[in-house]
């Protein structure tokens, strides 16, 4: 008797994700996984947050030109991109995409982190630390400036954690942050860490990113110094108007 033949043959399977030899995957999930990919993400998001800080820096030091063009820079920033985006559209827009660049900033730093402590179970032989102290605090100052931006948007965003909140009136709300000596303690510890964190983490990005060589080292290195000193100097300078009473 003859076989029957079959006609209930299912459908060819779709070739699953490209993997190499032992099943690891390619493409993007591949460059993720590994320690460039990781170092590259890294480096993007924190030149995104780079950007954003000078940006704020600028606007922050309106703030010395009186309550009228402070406020108004404030509006501004809630209208901006008006009629085509409605009302706090394109605030959101970038308030979206820098918190991606935190999260992907602080997600790559934490598993490079795991990954080097894995690599070295144990303790250098040598008791003197090689790195600078920039380089052995960034992990620290992570911590601190994902700390301060939760009390800060806490503080001067949403209003939660401040008292004398006035929705609407962020100069009259700087100055009220600025004249507790709480407030003033956490923003100075905050932008100094701020300051170490941007020295080394430009410089590092630079190297990531295939910006260094022996002939711009040296310039990469004094940017970076540079962008260091200023910012730090630019966000110190409000709760130094007001503590002296030129932000009143």
């Known amino acids: 008797m003859a076989l029957a033949t079959r006609t209930d043959q299912r459908p060819p399977k779709k070739n699953p994700a490209p993997r190499r030899p032992g099943g690891r995957p390619t493409g993007g999930r591949a460059l993720w996984d590994s320690t460039v990919g990781k170092k590259t993400v890294m480096a993007v998001s924190g030149l995104i947050m780079l950007g954003y800080l000078v940006v704020h820096m600028f606007g922050n030091l309106k703030i010395f030109f009186g309550p009228t063009t402070f406020n108004g820079y404030?509006?501004?920033?809630?209208?901006?991109?008006?009629p085509f985006m409605h009302?706090?559209?394109?605030?959101?827009?970038?308030?979206v995409v820098l918190v991606a660049a935190v999260v992907a900033h602080a997600t790559s730093a934490y598993q490079l982190s795991r990954r080097d402590i894995k690599a070295r179970p144990t303790k250098y032989v040598h008791k003197k630390p090689r790195a600078s102290y920039a380089t052995r605090t960034m992990r620290w100052g992570g911590i601190i400036l994902g700390l301060f931006i939760v009390w800060h948007v806490l503080d001067l965003t949403t209003g939660t954690v401040h008292a004398g909140f006035q929705p609407?009136?962020?100069?009259?709300?700087?100055?009220?942050?600025?004249?507790?000596?709480y407030g003033?303690?956490?923003y100075l510890v905050a932008m100094l860490a701020l300051g170490l964190h941007v020295r080394h983490g430009f410089w590092s990005a630079a190297q990531t990113l295939g910006a260094g060589s022996r002939s711009r080292d040296r310039l990469l290195k004094t940017l970076a110094d540079v962008l260091a000193l200023v910012l730090t100097l630019g966000f110190i300078a409000v709760p130094v108007g007001v503590m002296t009473g030129l932000v009143s």
């Not at 609407?168 to 000596?181: A, K």
């Open 74 to 82: 404030a509006h501004w920033l809630r209208t901006l991109g008006e």
């Open 168 to 181: 609407g009136h962020p100069y009259q709300n700087v100055v009220d942050t600025f004249s507790t000596w």
């Open 87 to 95: 009302y706090e559209w394109t605030l959101w827009v970038f308030r």
């Open 184 to 186: 003033n303690v956490i």
